[in-house]
């Protein structure tokens, strides 16, 4: 996606084939999938924090962070190419900073906490060997 | 810091917390782990200590998919549970990333209208749901604008590396 003439033409191929409401039915439908995907692979990933946490598993939290980080990755790339494409008067702009930032900030937390508690158990396991 | 998620229905959200709910000058910080950053308004109502139900409005949420501003949260405490029950009544009819989606799409398809710029110009809101569907192997439309970004490609793959290893260990927990 180079330029706006690319753009245009790999979007206009569609054009003439669906309506409007059509179309609207069908990206409504996209949003949702979308939004469903996402939220079920971050229930993943919170889910394997839970039971690593529960477990003492540092394995499985350094698994975990590394899917964290793989989500800030791809978000901050996203957010490049939201940034390559935007258009000067594009009104949708500001929401999809905003969606795309809040993501960064929620797996940075995220990245933070697991590390912090991966430190955590290593200090156990240090102490432990050592009061025996 | 233990989180369970006690009930979802509808967008009613029930949790309980492990920690307790931290009252600063800004407000009640309920959590800032796994994606809830919510701080209560200073407009709540109560003392330094939470009280058996206080309730009071999100002006900060790091997961906006779940909480948002303006959302209205009610803390239930009980000191006698083993956490702190956090019902949150998601006034919002649509989830934040759908909503926000569609209005972007219909503030781009009006805008067009008034700027004489095509509809079919794929505006930052359609980049970012396309650049998910990637990430997520939906599959986009074949008549919707395809993501060609080398970056979100290494990207995506990494994600697909890290997810599979992850639902293995997942499937080894149980």
């Known amino acids: 996606m180079k330029n706006n003439t690319a753009r245009k033409s790999e979007f206009g191929k569609g054009e003439k084939q669906i309506d409007k409401e059509q179309f609207l039915k069908k990206f409504t439908q996209l949003m949702n999938d979308a939004e469903r995907k996402y ?12 039971e690593a946490e529960k477990a003492g598993n540092a394995e499985n ?58 430190k955590t158990l290593k200090l156990t396991k240090i102490r432990k060997v050592l009061e025996n | 810091m233990v989180y369970s998620r006690v009930k979802k229905l509808g967008s009613d959200i029930k949790e309980v917390f492990a920690d307790k709910p931290k009252k600063t000058d800004e407000g009640w910080i309920i959590d800032t782990y796994k994606g809830i950053i919510y701080r209560l308004n200073s407009s709540y109502q109560g003392s330094s200590e939470i009280s058996s139900t206080d309730q009071g409005t999100v002006y900060q949420s790091g997961f906006s998919k779940r909480m948002g501003e303006g959302d209205t949260v009610t803390i239930e405490y009980n ?10 009544m998601n006034t919002r009819p649509a989830s934040a990333l759908v909503y926000a989606m569609v209005a972007g799409y219909l503030a781009n398809t009006i805008g067009s209208l008034v700027t004489g710029r095509p509809p079919e110009d794929p505006a930052n809101m359609l980049v970012t749901l396309f650049g998910m569907s990637v990430a997520l192997n939906i599959g986009a439309n074949r008549n919707y604008p395809k993501i060609e970004s080398a970056r979100i490609k290494k990207a995506t793959g990494k994600l697909e590396e890290v997810y599979e290893r992850l639902k293995k260990a997942s499937d080894n927990e149980k």
Do not use: C, N
Not at chain 1, 39 to 50: G, S
Not at chain 1, 78 to 102: G, N
């Open chain 1, 61 to 118: 939290l350094e698994l975990s962070k590394k899917a964290s980080d793989a989500w800030i990755e791809y978000f901050e790339a996203l957010d490049e190419l939201v940034k390559k494409t935007a258009l000067k008067d594009d009104p949708t702009a500001k929401s999809s900073k905003e969606f795309v930032e809040d993501q960064i900030k929620f797996f940075t937390i995220l990245s933070r906490e697991i590390e912090r508690k991966i």
């Open chain 1, 39 to 50: 939220d079920a692979e971050v229930t993943v990933l919170l889910k394997v924090v839970d």
């Open chain 2, 79 to 88: 000191p006698t549970d083993k956490g702190y029950l956090v019902d949150y």
